[in-house]
């Protein structure tokens, strides 16, 4: 039994020694957005649900937190300013699952083929729900839904949500970037985000060690249908999304688990759908509910499962037929641990600047924020004073 819990840390220790620097690059470029675009000007944006709003609400929810839960909450937040719903669910979607440092972390334990179905399939999931929204969504569900936002019902990561980070200075990008102002507020984003999706990783990186070590591969194999080719196609998509709705594990923390998937024998577009239906654990449709009443609550479950799918067919399909489809092979299930190689070099370095801006963080007043930020909004959207030395 010892032997078996050794084992199980050891894989989840490796997959996380292995992923440590492109998820400190990922929040890092994500930091540095989020410190020059200011939440005002989001919600100015996403007035409508045309297609180049879409685009807009993709593009800045892929610049944005890759925390599902504060992801959640922030589309709350806008639809009650003014955002359209549909725009504010694609800003939702983007922030989970169009951000960089989940196509990177996807690249280095699959293949790149897997970052470039994220960003292919990503936007196809939009797609597929707008079109569902204009079709099914009436009226009075989507007002009943702006009511009950409005009620302010806590969730979860309603702080940090609730927290404009940007730095308030006017001036170019560069300026206002490279200000110490600038400095202190992506140190600010940079910190939180991580304390947002700390939870979440390390319990996916256990799970995936757990199910690494214990579930032997016969069980996925005949779960995922690995001996007929063309079901196990068709069923992956359908499955993947219930795997994650019970996974209870969202964002960045399921690649691992997606990683032990697909070298189980889920198809490639299951995994696309898996990684696609972080949006629909049991704990987020409990929010939904809190958040938008129990029928819009329901009507998310089926749209974005449907979405989900649809975005899982089309890559695994599309991919296919173009023989980009990877050989399960090549997917890295790391159990080295700490060797001296690339890896380790590129981590001491991205280290190093994750501790220049923690250093910043706890300079600067961020402790308070971080004590806030996992509580209801405060009354204000701005975060606490900055000291800019």
Not at 40 to 69: E, H, K, M, N, Q
Not at 254 to 282: E, Y
Request: hydrophobic share 55%; proline share 4%.
């Amino acid at each position: 039994m010892l032997h078996a819990v050794v084992h199980a840390l050891t894989i989840a220790g490796s997959m996380a020694w292995e992923i440590t620097w492109a998820l400190i690059l990922g929040f890092a470029l994500s930091a540095v957005i989020q410190a020059v675009v200011r939440r005002s000007t989001v919600v100015s944006l996403l007035g409508d649900d045309r297609p180049r709003t879409l685009a807009l609400a993709a593009g800045l929810g892929a610049a944005s937190s890759s925390c599902s839960y504060a992801a959640v909450a922030l589309a709350r937040s806008l639809f009650v300013k003014g955002a359209d719903f549909t725009a504010a669910m694609a800003f939702e979607i983007a922030s989970t699952n169009l951000v960089v440092e989940l196509g990177v972390i996807m690249a280095l334990l699959m293949g790149w083929q897997f970052t470039a179905a994220e960003f292919v399939g990503g936007p196809l999931m939009i797609l597929v729900l707008a079109f569902l929204f204009r079709l099914l969504l009436r009226e009075p569900l989507r007002r009943r839904a702006h009511a009950q936002a409005e009620r302010g019902l806590a969730g979860a990561m309603e702080g940090h949500a609730a927290m404009d980070m940007s730095v308030r200075r006017a001036g170019t990008f560069a300026r206002r970037l490279l200000s110490p102002e600038g400095y202190t507020s992506t140190a600010h984003v940079f910190v939180m985000e991580w304390a947002a999706i700390l939870r979440d990783l390390v319990i996916g990186l256990l799970i995936a060690g757990a199910v690494a070590a214990w579930v032997p591969d016969s069980f996925w194999q005949a779960f995922f249908f690995t001996g007929h080719p063309l079901a196990a196609e068709l069923w992956g998509p359908v499955i993947g999304p219930f795997v994650a709705i019970v996974s209870f594990v969202c964002s960045i923390g399921n690649v691992p688990l997606a990683v032990v998937l697909w070298k189980g024998g889920i198809s490639f577009g299951g995994v696309v759908a898996f990684i696609f239906a972080d949006l629909l654990i049991l704990p987020i449709l409990n929010i939904y509910r809190k958040y938008y009443g129990a029928r819009m609550a329901f009507f998310l479950l089926g749209t974005f499962y449907l979405a989900a799918v649809a975005a899982g067919y089309a890559v695994e399909f599309s991919f296919g037929a173009a023989g980009l489809v990877p050989d399960k092979a090549t997917a890295r299930l790391p159990q080295e641990g700490v060797t001296w190689n690339y890896t380790t070099w590129l981590n001491i370095a991205f280290l190093l600047l994750a501790v220049a801006l923690t250093a910043r963080f706890r300079r600067t007043g961020g402790a308070a924020m971080l004590r806030m930020m996992g509580g209801p909004p405060p009354n204000s959207e701005d975060h606490p004073r900055q000291h800019h030395s």
